[in-house]
C-alpha cells in the first residue's frame, strides 16, 4: 500500500476499528503531515495524511493493529521569530499516544535547532507512538462520588506508597498493582480516607540536566505523554492499563476515589534548547504560549507554558480529561499551576478551558482541586477559580501547621526535626 485511506477527522489519535487504523493530528499551521509507520526492525515506511477538516489532519491505514509503532513528520515554515519550529526530520509522538514506546533521551539528535533547524534525522532515538486496544471488562464498577464534606483525601506517590511494605509481595511492590491489594486497601480503610490522589501517573520524561547527573526525575512532573501511563510501575508498558484500571477497580469497591494529579501547564520539551519530540514540531505556535520574540512565556518555571487558551488545544486538554475519567475510571483531578488553566494571557474566571469544562457533562461532575497559581505576573489565584472548580488554600496549610508546630517551627534550626 502507497496511500491512506482519507478516514475521519475523529476521534483524535490512533483508533482501531478490528480492520485498521484511523489517525489524526491537530496542526493549524502545517503545510504537509507525514505518518511513519515501523516494523519490529525499525524500518520506516511514510504515508502522506490525505485529508484535512479545519485544522485535523487524518488518514486510515487498513489492515494496521494494535501495537503498531508510529509518529509524525510535520512539514511548515521555520520561522522562529514567529513561533514556528517545523522540522521534518524530527520524528514526533502524538500528542494522543496511549503508548509511547523509548525514554527521551538527552541526545543531540532530539533538538530541533534553535535559531537554524537541525536537519539530521532523529527515528533511530526518537520515542515511537504505539496503537492500543483500551477494551477493558470494568464489571460492576461504580464511582464512590462521596460529598465533598465527607472527603478525606490522602496524597501519595505511586511508587513511595508502597515500595517498602513489607506486607506486600516483592514482586508488586512500588507498582499500580499494590495500590489495589487488600493490604493497602485495608490500609486506606482503617486510615479513614475517602479518596487517594496519586502523583503525576501520565508518563513522563527526566531532564536533560538530570540525566547528564546520572539522576531521574522521581515525581513526575515533567508530562511526556499525557494520554499514557507512566511504565515504570507496571509489570510491563503492554499491560500498565490494565494494572491500573484494576487498581481503580479495587479501590472504587471499597468506596474510595481515585483523583489524579495532572499535569496541564508545560512539556518536557522545555524552553528552546529542550528536545523536540512533539508538541514544538506539531505546532508550537498554537500549542504554546509565544513572546513577541519568538521565545516561550516562562510561567511555570519549566520553560515553557502551554496555551490553553487555543481552541484547539482546549480541545486536546479536555479530550485528556475525558480520557482518563471514561477509560480509566478515575473521580477527579488535582490541577498542577492551575492559574495557567486561566490565562488569556490575563486570569479570567470565564477563560476557554473552565468554560469548557463547565459545559462538559463528564467533567463538571467529577472532583477538580486547583493549585491556585503559577509563577507569572498575576499568577497568585487563589479565591478566583469558577465552579466547579475547588482550590488548595495555603494561607489554611501555613496556618495549620502553626497550630501544630508554633515553637518548632520558630526556633532557628528547628527544621530538621519536623
Known sequence: ??????????????????????????????????????????????YDLPGRRGDVWHGYLAGARPGLRYGYRVH??????????????????????????????????????????????????????VV??????????????????KTVIYEAHVKGLTYLHPELPQEIRGTYKALGHPVMVAYFKQLGITALELLPVAQFASEPRLQRMGLTNYWGYNPMAMFALHPAWASSPET?????????????????EVILDIVLNHSAELDLDGPTFSLRGIDNRSYYWIRDDGDYHNWTGCGNTINLSHPGVVEYACECLRY???????????????????RTPTFRQDAPLFAAIKACPVLSTVK??????????????????????AEWFDHF??????????????????????
Open 132 to 149: 492500543i486496544s483500551d477494551h477493558y471488562d470494568w464489571e460492576d464498577d461504580a464511582a464512590p462520588r462521596t460529598p465533598w464534606g
Open 324 to 342: 482518563w475519567v471514561e477509560t480509566c475510571h478515575v473521580d477527579g483531578f488535582r490541577f498542577d499551576l492551575a492559574s495557567v488553566m486561566g
Open 240 to 256: 500498565a492499563l490494565d494494572e491500573f484500571r484494576d487498581a481503580v477497580k479495587a479501590l472504587h469497591r471499597a468506596g474510595i
Open 76 to 129: 511548515g515554515p521555520w520561522q522562529p521569530a514567529q513561533g514556528h519550529r517545523f522540522n521534518p526530520a524530527k520524528l514526533l509522538l502524538d500528542p494522543y499516544a496511549r503508548r509511547v514506546e523509548g525514554e527521551l533521551k538527552d541526545h543531540p539528535l532530539l533538538h530541533g535547532g534553535h535559531d537554524e533547524p537541525d536537519y539530521r534525522d532523529n527515528a533511530a532515538v526518537a520515542p515511537k507512538s
Open 1 to 46: 500500500m502507497t496511500q491512506l485511506a482519507i478516514g475521519e477527522a475523529t476521534p483524535h489519535g490512533a483508533t482501531y476499528d478490528g480492520h485498521g487504523v484511523n489517525f489524526t493530528l491537530f496542526s493549524a499551521h502545517a503545510e504537509r503531515v507525514e505518518l511513519c509507520v515501523f516494523d519490529s526492525r525499525g524500518n520506516e515506511r511514510r
Open 397 to 418: 496549610r501555613d496556618a495549620a501547621r502553626g497550630v501544630w508546630l508554633p515553637r518548632i517551627v520558630s526556633r532557628g534550626g528547628g527544621g530538621g526535626r519536623v
Open 368 to 389: 477538580l482541586i486547583a493549585e491556585p497559581w503559577d509563577i507569572g505576573e498575576g499568577g497568585y489565584q487563589v479565591g478566583n477559580f469558577p465552579p466547579p472548580v
